[in-house]
């Protein structure tokens, strides 16, 4: 707020009391999104995987974004046109590119199945029967890190996509070399409340995902 007096600054927590503030995320010239714990359930239940998440829009649009690991202490730091790199403490840093590998019998994926409705999670298996690993970390931050790391080739949102949880992981995939879009086809917006983002490592595998799993539109 120092920094930046004219920005908005809201945090998950703070739309939690004030609910208005989640419309003022796409209008404003400047926002800040904080989303101090990412995988509240993995922390709840002492599980070592979770995050902090910052992200900066302008009018909606992921302008830069921050996705910190507290137990390892690293973050992914990302700026549009800028590229998404991977930093630490010391000073050490590299940039990040995204997976190659476009054969969907040999792809990674994340779904978070139990964000949907059980009809939904049994169409879901059967439409992705061919991608032979499919996980959830319960945690957007370290999905997202690990799609533009590389290490996976595709994630998808759930139906109300928080921008908490995706204005800064997009972002990073897209500077990774990657693909980030709603499953419509159009761009990915902080103030969206309902839709599902797809994000793969490339227009390929985007294609072939959103083709098995469209009836989530």
């Known amino acids: 707020a120092a920094a930046l007096p004219d920005a908005l600054i809201v945090g998950e927590e703070a739309i939690a009391a004030d609910p208005v503030l989640r419309g003022r995320?796409?209008?404003?010239?400047?926002?800040?999104?904080?989303?101090?714990?990412?995988?509240?359930?993995?922390?709840?239940?002492?599980?070592?995987?979770?995050?902090?998440?910052?992200?900066?829009?302008?009018?909606?649009?992921?302008?830069?974004?921050?996705?910190?690991?507290?137990?390892?202490?690293?973050?992914?730091?990302?700026?549009?046109?800028?590229?998404?790199?991977?930093?630490?403490?010391?000073?050490?840093?590299?940039?990040?590119?995204?997976?190659?590998?476009?054969?969907?019998?040999?792809?990674?994926?994340?779904?978070?199945?139990?964000?949907?409705?059980?009809?939904?999670?049994?169409?879901?298996?059967?439409?992705?029967?061919?991608?032979?690993?499919?996980?959830?970390?319960?945690?957007?931050?370290?999905e997202y890190r690990m799609l533009a790391q590389g290490h996976v080739e595709f994630c998808l949102s759930g139906p109300e996509p928080h921008p908490w949880d995706h204005a800064a992981g997009t972002l990073a995939v897209r500077e990774a070399g990657g693909v980030a879009r709603m499953l419509d086809g159009s761009d990915y917006h902080a103030g969206v409340r309902r839709g599902v983002i797809l994000s793969a490592n490339s227009e390929v595998v985007w294609a072939e995902v959103a083709e098995r799993v469209g009836f989530l539109i």
């Open 25 to 142: 995320i796409g209008e404003a010239e400047t926002c800040i999104i904080l989303d101090p714990v990412d995988g509240t359930w993995n922390f709840a239940k002492g599980l070592p995987l979770f995050g902090v998440i910052a992200a900066v829009t302008s009018r909606g649009r992921p302008v830069a974004g921050m996705l910190h690991d507290p137990v390892v202490d690293d973050w992914v730091w990302t700026e549009a046109g800028g590229g998404a790199v991977l930093e630490r403490p010391d000073g050490a840093s590299r940039p990040l590119r995204v997976s190659e590998a476009t054969d969907i019998g040999a792809i990674t994926g994340y779904v978070p199945a139990g964000l949907f409705g059980a009809a939904t999670r049994i169409r879901l298996v059967e439409a992705l029967q061919e991608v032979p690993r499919i996980h959830t970390l319960r945690c957007s931050c370290h």
